[in-house]
């Protein structure tokens, strides 16, 4: 008998012993022996009085539980089994995110998706604390990566000079810095100190002396040619302007008697929200397969329609007569010219991945009186 099969035993023998006790101290045991026996009689025979007898006993036996309760037993956790410690897991990872997909949306009849990053690698929960590369992959951007790394996508315009002032002039295989937090990682110049540094770049001297990665120890000296990370630092976003490549007075304008747009947008396509309006991109992107189709936002006019040599692509630029021009870029194909007419919802092209892109997606501007708007507002 195994030692739990033992102590079981035993209490059972001592709950039968407290229930004898209990059951003489009440002076019920003679009587109990008594209507067992005439139970048992009768049940033999077969009488009525044998099943009143039978009644009886669990009458009594009842009443024995009823008392017993109030009894003080021995306790019975070793019936339970005994928690075992967890075992110890080590740290956690989480995923870190680095490409752009979605989840579906509905939005004016056209299946949208808005993004939502794809598992790229992965690092360990402790925050990051140390610059790392990243090459750049097919469909990728700044904003999404910036995103997979939990940092604005001006964070990391700043960090590489190269594509400070043309984020849209990513290309596949192109390194990357990534700072560990949002800021600015900048390169020392002569004569910079970190009280100049924290006054031009709009954080604080705290903040740069207290960063693990720059390691800096009184009375903070800094070097030209060394690198430090700003935390929270800021600095105006340079962009190069549609305007420089395409100014409005080159591409001419809607001759009179041209069609005027209603103002209310559709959206220009279907795919995901592969990156959104930002100070370094604006405009957004829906990506999808070469070939979707694309079609005029709005009733306009074909101001230009044709390659471009900078980083479009096949482009098409509606002028909607009411002050509002809309770009689609990356084109595939192109399906009219300049100087047609179109209406609301006419296909003007197909999906592509022309011009500086890595992946198939449209480009789409919405311009006011000269000035790019985040096309999210005007769309449904």
């Avoid at 897991?89 to 870190?96: D, E, I, P, W, Y």
Wanted: net charge positive; with cysteine; aromatic share 8%.
């Amino acid at each position: 008998m195994t030692a739990k099969g033992a102590r079981a035993a035993h209490l059972a023998g001592d709950c039968a012993t407290a229930l004898r006790s209990v059951l003489t101290d009440l002076q019920l045991l003679p009587h109990l022996s008594r209507v067992l026996t005439a139970a048992g009689a009768g049940l033999r025979d077969g009488s009525l009085f044998g099943r009143f007898a039978l009644h009886l006993v669990v009458v009594f036996l009842a009443l024995g539980v009823v008392v017993i309760a109030q009894v003080s037993l021995p306790e019975v956790d070793f019936l339970l089994p005994t928690p075992t410690p967890a075992p110890e897991l080590g740290a956690r990872t989480v995923t870190t995110m680095t490409t752009n997909r979605g989840v579906a949306r509905t939005a004016g009849g056209a299946s949208l998706l808005f993004p939502a990053p794809v598992a790229h690698t992965e690092r360990t929960e402790r925050e990051r604390m140390q610059v790392i590369t990243y090459t750049v992959q097919p469909n990728d951007n700044v904003w999404a990566i910036a995103q997979g790394y939990g940092l604005k996508a001006e964070t990391v315009l700043w960090a590489n000079p190269k594509v400070e002032s043309s984020p849209d002039l990513l290309s596949v295989g192109q390194v990357l810095v990534i700072p560990p937090v949002d800021g600015i990682y900048y390169t020392v110049k002569n004569g910079d100190t970190v009280e100049k540094l924290a006054k031009t770049y709009e954080t604080t001297v705290e903040k740069i002396v207290g960063s693990e990665l720059n390691a800096l120890e009184e009375p903070y000296t800094l070097t030209p040619g060394q690198q430090v990370m700003l935390p929270d630092g800021r600095k105006k976003v340079t962009i190069a302007a549609a305007s420089n490549y395409y100014p409005m007075t080159k591409v001419g304008k809607a001759p009179a008697g041209a069609p005027t747009g209603s103002g209310k947008f559709a959206w220009p396509t279907q795919g995901y929200l592969s990156q959104r309006y930002w100070s370094g991109h604006q405009a957004i992107d829906i990506a999808n397969r070469i070939g979707v189709p694309i079609r005029a936002a709005d009733t306009g006019y074909v101001l230009l329609a044709g390659r471009d040599t900078w980083g479009y692509g096949n482009q098409v630029l509606i002028d909607h007569g009411n002050g509002y021009v809309t770009r689609y870029a990356h084109l595939d194909k192109i399906h009219v010219k300049a100087g047609a007419s179109v209406d609301k919802n006419q296909q003007i092209g197909t999906m592509g991945n022309t011009g500086r892109s890595t992946g198939p997606h449209l480009h789409f501007e919405v311009i006011y009186n000269g000035v790019r708007r985040n096309p999210q507002g005007f769309l449904p």
